[in-house]
C-alpha cells in the first residue's frame, strides 16, 4: 500500500514541472513589483528577467555598449539592465563605485565567464587583494624600468618589420602589427618565453585570430554555468575536426603554459634558467605567500592566461586607436615628430624609457589615446549590504551597478569637444583636474594591475614608431572603429592599414 502512495516518474515530472512554473513565475512578479530595483527605470523586460539581456546579445546580435547608450537614451540617467544590474550615466558614479575606500566584490555573472575563478581578476576582493601583493613587485614602475629592455626588444623586432613590410612595397596591418607586439611583450615579460607572434608574415600570427575567435565566447558563457562548463570540456577532438588552426595555436599556447608551470612547480630551479623575474618567481615564493600555501597548478594557470589576455588586447587596441587618430588628425604627427627628434638626435641611440616619459607631447598624445579607448565595457560590481549612494541616487545592498568608462572619457561635460583628438588639452592650465577622469585603468583595490607596464609599453611603441617611421594611411582603406563588447571590444571591420617609410636620419 506504501508504495501505491508514492507518485510515478510522470507524476513526478509534472509536479517538478508545475513548482518550476510556478517559481518562474514568481521571480518575474517580485522582479518587477517587490524588488529594491523595481523602481529604476528601464524596460520592463529587463526588469523582468536576465534572458531579456540575452536575447538583445545573443539573438539581435546588438552590442552591451550600444544597449546601455540607447537605453540611457529614452530612460535617463540610471537605468536597469537585468533584474539585479543598474547602470549610470552620470559621469560622477564612475568615483562613487571606482574609489580606494571600496572594498566591493566583481558581479560573479560575468566574471566566472572566464573560467579563470583562481586569478587576480575573478578573486573576490580579500583573495584578489593577496594575489596582487604578491604579484605586485614584478608590476612596480622600478620593475618595468629595470626590465624596460625586455620591452624594447619587442619594439625593435616591431619596427624592424614595419620596415621590411615598406621595402616590399606593402602597407602594414598596424591592428595585428600591434596585437602582435602586445602579446609577444606579455609572453616575454610574464613567461620569459616571447611567442614570436610579430614575426609571422605580414603579422598573420595565429595565435591573435584565436584570441579573436573566443572573445564572443565570452557573451554566450556569462548566461550560464552549464555554458561555461561545456565549453571547459569541450573534447579536444571536436576542436581539432573544426579545422581552425587559430583555435589550435590557443590550445597550444595553453599547453605551453600548462607545461612551464608543471616543470617550475616539479622543479623549481628550473626558475633559474629564465632570462629575467618571471611572474612564477613571485607566484611561489614563500616570502611572499606570507606562510599561506602557495597557488595551486590550476591557480597559476588561470594567472597566466589572465596576464595574457588582460595585457595584450588593451594595450594593441590602445596603439591601433592612438596610431590612427595621430596620423588622421593634421600636424600632430609632425608636432610629436619635432619633439622625438629634439630629444633624440641620434637614430642609433635612442632614449630610456625614464627620458620619454617627460616629453609633454608625447605624453599628452599618449594620454589622449588612452582617453579615446573606444570600448564601452564597464565592469559590475556588487553593493555591500550596507548599501551605498551612487550620484545621489541610495542603491540597496546586494545590487550590481556599473559605469562604462565611455561615459567619463567621452563625456562632453567632463571633457570639451570629446569626440575630438586633441592632445593640447592635457596641455592647458586644467590638465591636472582632468587627470581624475582618465580613469581607463579603473580606480581603487581592483583596478589594473599592469598599469605600469602598460605605460612603458605605450611609450616606447609611439616613440620608436614615430620617430623612425613617416607614417601614411593607405588611401584605399579606411579603419572601421565599429566594435562589439565582448568583455573587451572586438572589432569585426577594416583593419588599420599604414605605410611606413623609414626616415634617414
Ligand atoms: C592600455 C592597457 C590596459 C588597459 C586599458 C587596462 C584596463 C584595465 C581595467 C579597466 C581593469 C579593471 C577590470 C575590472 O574591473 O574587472 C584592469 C584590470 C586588470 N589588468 Fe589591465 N589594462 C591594461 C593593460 C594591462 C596589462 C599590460 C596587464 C598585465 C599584464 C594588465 C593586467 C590586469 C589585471 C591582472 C587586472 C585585474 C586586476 C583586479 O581585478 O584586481 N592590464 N585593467
Not at 259 to 275: H, T
Not at 444 to 457: F, K, Q, V
Not at 471 to 487: V, W
Amino acid at each position: 500500500m506504501i508504495l501505491d502512495s508514492q507518485p510515478s516518474f510522470a507524476q513526478s515530472a509534472v509536479l517538478g514541472s508545475a513548482a518550476v512554473l510556478v517559481w518562474s513565475v514568481w521571480r518575474v512578479v517580485y522582479n518587477l513589483y517587490f524588488h529594491p530595483l523595481a523602481h529604476v527605470p528601464g524596460p520592463r523586460w529587463a526588469a523582468a528577467t536576465q534572458l531579456w539581456l540575452a536575447y538583445k546579445e545573443l539573438w539581435e546580435g546588438t552590442s552591451l555598449s550600444d544597449i546601455r547608450y540607447q537605453l540611457h537614451a529614452q530612460y535617463g540617467d540610471v537605468i536597469r539592465l537585468t533584474p539585479r544590474e543598474i547602470h549610470f550615466a552620470n559621469p560622477e558614479a564612475f568615483h562613487d563605485i571606482y574609489n580606494a575606500k571600496n572594498k566591493w566584490d566583481k558581479d560573479d555573472h560575468l566574471y566566472r565567464a572566464f573560467d579563470m575563478d583562481l586569478s587576480s581578476l575573478c578573486m573576490p576582493y580579500h583573495q584578489a587583494k593577496q594575489r596582487k601583493e604578491i604579484l605586485n613587485p614584478i608590476f612596480s614602475r622600478s620593475a618595468i624600468v629595470k626590465l624596460q629592455d625586455v620591452i624594447q626588444a619587442r619594439v625593435d623586432v616591431l619596427c624592424d618589420a614595419l620596415k621590411f613590410q615598406h621595402t616590399e612595397g606593402k602597407f602594414s596591418d598596424m591592428t595585428l602589427g600591434f596585437k602582435c607586439f602586445a602579446m609577444d611583450v606579455i609572453t616575454s615579460f610574464c613567461y620569459g618565453c616571447p611567442i614570436e607572434a610579430t614575426s609571422a608574415p605580414d603579422f598573420h600570427a595565429d595565435l591573435v585570430f584565436g584570441v579573436e575567435e573566443v572573445l564572443p565566447i565570452v557573451t554566450l558563457a556569462k548566461q550560464s554555468r552549464f555554458f561555461v562548463w561545456c565549453i571547459r570540456n569541450t573534447p579536444r577532438w571536436l576542436i581539432h575536426a573544426t579545422g581552425s588552426s587559430p583555435m589550435m595555436a590557443l590550445l597550444c599556447l595553453q599547453d605551453t603554459l600548462r607545461k612551464q608551470i608543471d616543470d617550475i612547480v616539479r622543479n623549481p630551479s628550473e626558475l633559474d634558467n629564465a632570462p629575467h623575474q618571471i611572474i612564477y618567481h613571485a607566484l611561489l615564493n614563500p616570502e611572499a605567500n606570507k606562510g599561506r600555501s602557495i597557488p595551486s597548478k590550476l591557480s597559476l594557470f588561470h594567472e597566466a592566461q589572465v596576464l595574457l589576455n588582460a595585457g595584450s588586447d588593451t594595450v594593441g587596441i590602445t596603439l591601433i586607436v592612438t596610431v590612427y587618430n595621430i596620423i588622421n588628425s593634421p600636424g600632430i604627427q609632425q608636432r610629436l615628430h619635432a619633439e622625438l627628434r629634439a630629444a633624440w638626435p641620434n637614430l642609433e641611440e635612442p632614449p630610456r624609457y625614464e627620458a620619454l616619459e617627460k616629453l609633454p607631447y608625447l605624453t599628452a598624445v599618449l594620454k589622449e589615446g588612452l582617453r579615446s579607448f573606444p570600448g564601452g565595457v564597464a565592469f559590475p560590481r556588487v553593493v555591500p549590504p550596507e548599501g551605498a549612494i551612487i550620484a545621489g541616487m541610495s542603491v540597496p545592498g546586494g545590487a550590481v551597478v556599473s559605469q562604462a568608462s565611455t561615459f567619463v572619457q567621452h563625456s562632453d561635460t567632463v571633457f570639451e569637444r570629446a569626440k575630438e583628438f586633441l592632445p593640447d588639452r592635457w596641455l592647458g592650465d586644467d590638465a591636472t583636474s582632468l587627470e581624475r577622469s582618465l580613469i581607463i585603468f579603473s580606480k581603487g583595490p581592483r583596478s589594473c594591475l599592469g598599469i605600469n607596464l602598460a605605460y612603458c609599453e605605450l611609450y616606447l611603441a609611439l616613440a620608436h614608431v614615430f620617430r623612425r617611421y613617416e607614417l601614411t594611411l593607405d588611401p584605399k582603406r579606411s579603419p572601421d572603429f565599429t566594435f562589439k563588447e565582448h568583455f573587451v571590444p572586438y572589432f569585426p571591420g577594416e583593419h588599420l592599414h599604414v605605410s611606413c617609410k623609414p626616415v634617414d636620419s
